[in-house]
Nanobody, 118 residues
Framework: QVQLVESGGGLVQPGGSLRLSCAAS????????MGWYRQVPGKERELVAR???????IYADSVKGRFTISRDNAKNTVYLQMNSLKPEDTAVYYC????????????WGQGTQVTVSS
């Protein structure tokens, strides 16, 4: 059974930074593209960044230039460095593996809450 554990969220002021981590267990991590998603109450989960198995990053327009996704295959971990945070970045953040068609592969973890507020 694959398990995903997200961490690193918290309360930060606008303009601040956070680094999220997502550790995967029970799977061969390196062969999968990985994505970071976020969800706010009442809205669908949205993809904010993804990274291919060959480490090519792709970002949603809303976070381009502010967020950086990376991966450490030796640690089965994917990261999301978030800079210049805005109140609209407030959400629960999740990670998951992605297929080429855009669907997710594994059960969702519990996520990590990011709150951007003064």
């Amino acid at each position: 059974q694959v398990q995903l554990v997200e961490s690193g969220g918290g309360l930060v002021q606008p303009g601040g930074s956070l680094r999220l981590s997502c550790a995967a267990s029970g799977t061969i991590f390196s062969s999968n593209a990985m994505g970071w998603y976020r969800q706010v109450p009442g809205k669908e989960r949205e993809l904010v960044a993804r990274i291919t198995s060959t480490r090519i990053p792709i970002y949603a327009d809303s976070v381009k230039g502010r967020f950086t996704i990376s991966r450490d295959n030796a640690k089965n971990t994917v990261y999301l460095q978030m800079n210049s945070l805005k109140p609209e970045d407030t959400a629960v953040y999740y990670c998951n593996a992605r297929t080429k068609l855009g669907s997710t592969l594994w059960p969702w973890g519990q996520g990590t809450q990011v709150t951007v507020s003064s």
